[in-house]
C-alpha cells in the first residue's frame, strides 16, 4: 500500500451494520474494520449478510476481524466482499488461510495502527498502509496529511476551476457536468458547478452542484441518500465541460429512474453490442422468466426441474466447449460458449447471483 488509509472501526452485533457503514463513508472514511462478535451461527450468518449488503451497495473497503476458527470462516468472510481478513498469529488457521487466499488478504493485528488525533503531527511522507482514527470528518483529516506531503485516497485535481471555462448564469460562473456511471458507463444526469461546487467536490469526494433555481449549492443524495462518489473529473478538449465518472448510490433521478434519460425521442434500429449490456439483458430475461413463468419456455423448464438438471446442463455444456475446441471450425466454439453462458446465467439466477457480482469480484482479483 502506497498511500494513507483511514478506517474506522466497529463492532458488527446489535447494530444496523449497512447504516453505520454509510455513515462512516459520509463522513469521509477510507474504510472499516469491522469486529465480527456473534455469538452463535444465526448471528454470524446475519453479519456476512450485511456485509454482502454492504459490498452491493456501498462503494467502500473493509476488513475483518474476529471469529476465525476454520479457514472456512475466512472464505465467508472474503467472498462476502472483505479486502482482508485479521487473524491472530497464534491462530493454526492463519497459515493455511495464507497460503489458500495469500498474504494480501490475510493480515495480522500489528497491518492496522491505532491513530490518535494527537498522533496526527508525528505522520511523515514514509506513513502508508491501514490507520485506525475515530473521527468525525474525515476529510479534514486528510486534508491535514496531504499538507504533511502524505499520500492520501483524497482528490486532488490537476488543474482549478479558473483553468476551466465558464459560461454566467443565475450571476454565477459555471461549468456544465455529465455525470456517467464509473462501471457502465450509461449517461445518469447533467448539472452545473460553481466554483465552491466544484471545490467542495474535490474535498469531499461526492458530487456537488450549485442548483440555478434555488440558488444554492446541493449535495447530490443529501436528502435522499442516493449519494454520487467520485471516481473521476475528467475536461473535455476545450475545458468547458466535466465529464464525472461516478459510483451512484440507488437512482439518479429525482423521478426514481436509474437515470434521467429515458424520454425516448426517437430511435433507430441497431445492435446492441457493448458485451456488458447483453449479458445483462440475457439474464434479465432469465429472471423475468424466473418470476413469471411462460408456459414452453426452455427456462422455465430448467427452473422448474431444479438445481441439479442446471448443474448437469452446465457440466454438459463445458463438455461440449472442450470437444468443440479440438475442431479446426472456430464457429462451433463460438455457439457451444454461447450455450454455456446461457445455462451459466440460469445458474446465476437460481443461486441468486448478478452480473455486478461477478464482475466484482474479478475486479478484486
Not at 497491518?111 to 482514527?133: H, P
Request: aromatic share 10%.
Amino acid at each position: 500500500m502506497n498511500k494513507l488509509y483511514l478506517l474506522s472501526t466497529t463492532t458488527m452485533n446489535n447494530i444496523d451494520v449497512v447504516a453505520k457503514a454509510s455513515e462512516f463513508k459520509n463522513k469521509g472514511a477510507d474504510g472499516i474494520l469491522f469486529m465480527e462478535d456473534s455469538t452463535n451461527d444465526k448471528e454470524h450468518d446475519a453479519n456476512i449478510g450485511a456485509l454482502i449488503e454492504i459490498k452491493n451497495t456501498l462503494d467502500i473497503i473493509f476488513y475483518v476481524s474476529g471469529n476465525v476458527k476454520r479457514l472456512e470462516d475466512v472464505k465467508k468472510y472474503l467472498y462476502a466482499g472483505a479486502a482482508g481478513v485479521v487473524i491472530e498469529n497464534d491462530n493454526p488457521v492463519k497459515e493455511e488461510a495464507i497460503k489458500r487466499f495469500g498474504e494480501d488478504k490475510v493480515l495480522d493485528p500489528s497491518d492496522i495502527k491505532v491513530l490518535t488525533q494527537n498522533e496526527i503531527t508525528f505522520l511523515d511522507e514514509a506513513s502508508t498502509g491501514l490507520y485506525v482514527l475515530e473521527s468525525e470528518n474525515y476529510y479534514e483529516i486528510k486534508s491535514i496529511l496531504d499538507g504533511k506531503n502524505i499520500k492520501t485516497t483524497s482528490l486532488k485535481p490537476k488543474f482549478s476551476f479558473s483553468d476551466l471555462k465558464t459560461i454566467d448564469m443565475s450571476g454565477q460562473k459555471m461549468v456544465p457536468v455529465i455525470v456517467q456511471d464509473y462501471r457502465t458507463s450509461e449517461v445518469l444526469m447533467s448539472a452545473y458547478m460553481n466554483e465552491e461546487a466544484f471545490d467542495k467536490t474535490v474535498y469531499t469526494g461526492k458530487m456537488t452542484y450549485f442548483s440555478r433555481s434555488r440558488s444554492e449549492l446541493w449535495v447530490k443524495g443529501e436528502t435522499s441518500d442516493h449519494y454520487q462518489y467520485v471516481k473521476e473529473l475528467i475536461a473535455d478538449c476545450d475545458k468547458d465541460v466535466i465529464l464525472a465518472k461516478v459510483h451512484q448510490i440507488g437512482a439518479a433521478c429525482h423521478t426514481g429512474n436509474r437515470t434521467c434519460f429515458f424520454n425516448e425521442i426517437c430511435k433507430a434500429d441497431y445492435n446492441e453490442e457493448n458485451p456488458m449490456k447483453v449479458f445483462e439483458n440475457v439474464y434479465d430475461v432469465i429472471m423475468d422468466r424466473k418470476n413469471n413463468p411462460k408456459e414452453g419456455s426452455y427456462t422455465n423448464y430448467l427452473f422448474d426441474k431444479g438445481i441439479d438438471k442446471i448443474l448437469k446442463k452446465v457440466g454438459e455444456e463445458a463438455t461440449e466447449i472442450v470437444i468443440a475446441a479440438k475442431n479446426p471450425d472456430p464457429q462451433e466454439i463460438k455457439y457451444e460458449i454461447s450455450d454455456f453462458l446461457y445455462h451459466v446465467m440460469v445458474l446465476m439466477a437460481e443461486k441468486g447471483v448478478s452480473w455486478d457480482d461477478i464482475t466484482e469480484e474479478l475486479s478484486r482479483r
